[in-house]
């Protein structure tokens, strides 16, 4: 039941995801082609709009150029030729029409010198309106073709300069490359006749039998079938609305995309079902593993902190035992105080001068025993107060060597030989005595538990180093040369409850404690650990000063 639930779960917001982002990119790549051949079809009206009105342009700037007595004659015709060289492949021919509608002067392949269009429709719209683009025609040459011809009145008459476009260098502008493989684009006039040719078929002045619908905007777009295939359309209108630019591409290709995304859709769902069957698998395998595995941290963790809470109260009876047996200790050096003076009262009647010379040192030896037990209860009871921190200016030159000695018959028993180095110049340091002797003294413990462990009670050594570093710190490192950590427990050393001792030997919280105590005095505790070479502990303290 969990694995069933654990594919159908998934599975649903997979496929939720996947139909929804594939409606979502189906739109919009939808959107982005129609978008697209709309700018094209924007794109090439510009362009053709900006050809025509150059050509208009051009022969308006000859014509305005044109003086009166260039007019008919040699010099109108070498005027006329002049022009049609300026216009490079643009223009085929051109031709200087005087009042008349005759050919005054003419240039070009077609041998049309004396021919007289003042009965055609292009030349008389021309007089009318100053300027005129016709459609593709015939004409006397009996080849499609269209022209430009704009009129200018010389004394009060009006002479018109004709010249025709060449349909090559026309037709290839608006059929550019950029609509894909399959995209194409046309002019059609107001009958539905190629003004262009068209690439899929249509030669100039063959009828487009395609029912386009009408173009009531500037730009329209649909989509339509033409011979079998699929189109996606957009239409602008040109030369004044006589023009229609028609670009189309094949849905096929224009939705590409979406295709594609299609397919797409269809490999992610297989992948993803093949990926949440396996990891449905795995992870109710891994599930069922990681469950029994915090079972056991569980119970491991509940018997860390009854542990933990006993060594508190273990930590409060050694207090409450220093404090009751620091009493006897003081009624102890009373006595024995009596005793030395009784003894020096007796020393000088004593016959037997050696016993009495023993008995002397024997009273000294107790003097010196009970003041290192006393001193021995006053660290246990300055170690075990629970008291709010009392940060003070502490000499470390004085501090430290004291700690040492806490531990130093603890080592010696061990075979450990325990030294401690302090620089002179070493700074001052605010910091609690007790917070600070509990990190050394950790730290210490630490260091001794390592090196039994390797070298059992021969060959141990630890070193206490404290020094000034470059930025003023006191910097205090505590090095032994025990079994190691290695570096999968280095990354966890500083965490509470994790130990790298034997079961029942720590609870995993002396280093956590440490390092939360040198962090609250601004403080760094690191480690620097090889395995079966040794540890180095390295306590950062600000200076006074810093």
Known sequence: MLLISMIVIPAIPLLLSVAIGFYSFAGESKRFAVSSIRQAAVDRTQLIDEFLH??????????????????????????????????????????????????????????????????????????????????????????????????????????????????????????APGIGDTGEAYILNREGLFQTGRRSGGDLLEHDDYAYPAQDENLVSFTGSDGGEDYLFASARLNDGNWRLIVRQKEEEAFHAVVMAGYTVIFVLLCGGAVIVVLALFVSRRLSETLHGQAEAVSKLEGQLLQAARLAELGEMAAGFAHEINNPLQIMKTDLALLELTLKDVTDECSNREACAELKEIAEQFQIQIGRCAAITREILRFGRQDA????????????????????????????????????????????????????????????????DRHGAKGGRIEVVARRDDRNQAEITVTDNGSGINQESLSKIFMPFFTT????????????????IIDSLGGELTVASTKGEGTTFTVRIPGKSA
């Not at 990190?439 to 630490?446: E, F, P």
């Open 54 to 175: 150059e050509r208009r342009s051009d022969l308006e700037s000859y014509l305005a150029l044109l003086t009166e007595d260039a007019l008919s004659g040699p010099k109108a015709q070498a005027e006329v030729a002049a022009w049609l060289r300026t216009g490079g492949q643009v223009f085929q021919d051109m031709g200087l029409i005087d009042p008349q509608g005759r050919h005054a002067a003419y240039a070009g392949p077609f041998g049309l010198a004396d021919k007289d269009y003042s009965d055609t429709d292009w030349y008389k719209e021309t007089r009318e309106s100053g300027y005129f683009i016709s459609d593709v025609f015939l004409g006397y040459r009996k080849v499609p073709h269209f022209i430009v011809a704009v009129a200018r009145r010389i004394n009060g008459q009006v002479w018109i300069l004709r010249a025709t476009v060449n349909p090559t260098v026309f037709g290839n502008m608006v059929n």
């Open 389 to 452: 921190p009392q940060v003070q200016d502490m000499d470390l030159a004085e501090f430290l060597p004291k700690v040492g000695d806490m531990v130093r018959n603890k080592a010696q028993v061990n075979g450990i030989n325990v030294t401690c180095e302090v620089a002179p110049d070493i700074p001052t340091v605010l910091a609690d005595p007790g917070q600070l002797q509990q990190v050394m003294i950790n730290l210490l413990n630490n260091a001794i538990h390592a090196v039994v």
């Open 501 to 516: 001792k034997a079961p029942g030997q720590g609870t995993g919280l002396g280093l956590s404690v440490c390092h939360s």
